[in-house]
């Protein structure tokens, strides 16, 4: 089990990358969080764990737990680089909006009137797609099975332009009028039922495309240059070729009774879900071409940063990623009945939160903050299926007392 000495109290207390505990009274708290942690990655099971919570603009703890490498048994910790999927959609968010500001474009502008090719549903080609359908989930833009097929080790080995093009114009290679696209016009999904799911995580890469296009930068060199070095995250990439690759955590997909929880993507494609012995085996470091939709590889510790911007009203450390009336705008339900990006929710106790998750083969990520008092947490998991609700709540609890 985890348990801190004084010791090792008075060490973490003054390193910058640990967190800040105020007071060694907290110790037997925090012990107990570690046992609690421990025993849910047991239970899950989880290989390694990293996690911190945060208080306005302090990071205020954060840990790992379990292994990032098992064979090579290299510890996980709060400064292990892993892809954090979905999450990575609050990234794409940020820079379209950043845009946004600067008065490029309208949100519900019609996103063909910036791009070098057209994106219609064909089922209703005079309708309008928008900023604001991308941003929502509502453009009526489906995952198609060429998006699942796209995964692949290393990184992506076609453009983001070459693969939104050959998805979207009739005839390209990914192309699929029936896969590619929902039976419900733009806009609709708001005002029915939500089956069949219109989470569209193609949407969030013609959202980064949309960056290129208006900023005139590649998207991970507009990112790099207006949100990763602004705060301040200098261990954060979308690719791999960019990133010291001994400090990313392994992905591991359990199995279980010859059975896979999730799915299992090495060099040689993804594994049969059958003839799969008891235990964790590793995923290739992988990536698809629709990159901005979840590709960004960072630490427990990097995303605080980011994270507090948000909580402060778009600032960190005297460095601004959007205006305070951008995140209002935002964070708030106007949009289709949900926010921009960012998904609303509420705690046991009904507090109001608002973060995102995210999952891939291998990973399960959350970042969750709430409004009333500025605590955020976040939680990374190094394999698929590991259910972080009830960690992400406990980390809420500890975090009022800190």
């Given amino acids: 089990m985890f348990r801190i000495t004084r010791r090792e109290f008075l060490k973490i207390s003054t390193v910058a990358g640990s967190g800040l505990i105020f007071s060694y009274k907290r110790l037997p708290q925090l012990n107990e969080l570690g046992d609690f942690i421990n025993d849910k990655m047991k239970t899950i099971p989880i290989p390694g764990l990293s996690a911190c919570m945060v208080k306005k603009n302090r990071l205020i703890w954060s840990k790992g737990y379990g292994w990032a490498n098992i064979k090579k048994k290299i510890p996980m910790s709060p400064d292990s680089v892993m892809n954090i999927g979905s999450v990575s959609k609050t990234f794409t968010a940020t820079a379209i909006m950043q845009l946004w500001e600067k008065g490029k474009f309208l949100l519900d502008d019609d996103i063909n009137d910036y791009l070098n090719f057209t994106v219609k549903n064909p089922r209703y080609p005079n309708e309008t797609i928008t900023f604001r359908q991308l941003l929502t989930h509502r453009s009526s833009i489906k995952d198609g099975s060429a998006y699942g097929e796209s995964y692949a080790c290393g990184d992506p080995t076609i453009t983001l332009e070459t693969w939104l093009k050959e998805y979207f114009t009739p005839g390209g290679t990914f192309y699929n009028e029936e896969e590619n696209f929902h039976t419900w016009k733009p806009g609709e999904r708001g005002s029915i039922p939500t089956k069949p799911r219109s989470y569209s995580n193609v949407g969030f890469g013609l959202l980064g495309f949309l960056v290129e ?125 949900r926010g921009l990006c960012w998904a609303k929710g509420e705690l046991d106790d009904g507090e109001i939160v608002w973060g995102h998750g995210g999952g891939d083969p291998g990973i399960n990520t959350i970042m969750l903050f709430r409004p009333s008092d500025g605590v955020g947490i976040i939680v990374f998991a190094n394999t698929a299926g590991a259910r972080l609700s009830d960690i992400s709540k406990r980390l809420f609890q500890e975090a009022t007392d800190l």
């Avoid at 507090?308 to 601004?320: P, S």
Wanted: proline share 4%; with cysteine; net charge neutral.
């Fill in 213 to 337: 296009v208006i900023s005139g930068m590649a998207f991970n060199d507009y990112t790099k240059k207006n949100i990763f070095q602004p705060m301040d995250m200098k261990e954060t990439s979308w690719f791999l070729a960019d990133l010291d690759i001994s400090k990313h955590a392994v992905p591991y997909t359990y199995a279980s009774e010859g059975k896979l929880r999730g799915e299992l993507l090495q060099e040689e494609g993804l594994k049969e879900k059958t003839r799969i012995k008891e235990g964790f085996f590793p995923n290739c470091l992988y990536s698809f071409p629709n990159y901005p939709d979840g590709l960004v590889r960072t630490s427990v510790n990097q995303l605080a940063r980011f994270l507090m911007a948000y909580i402060n009203n778009g600032v960190y450390r005297d460095k601004w990623i959007l205006k305070s009336d951008t995140i209002r705008t935002m964070l708030s339900n106007d949009h289709f009945g």
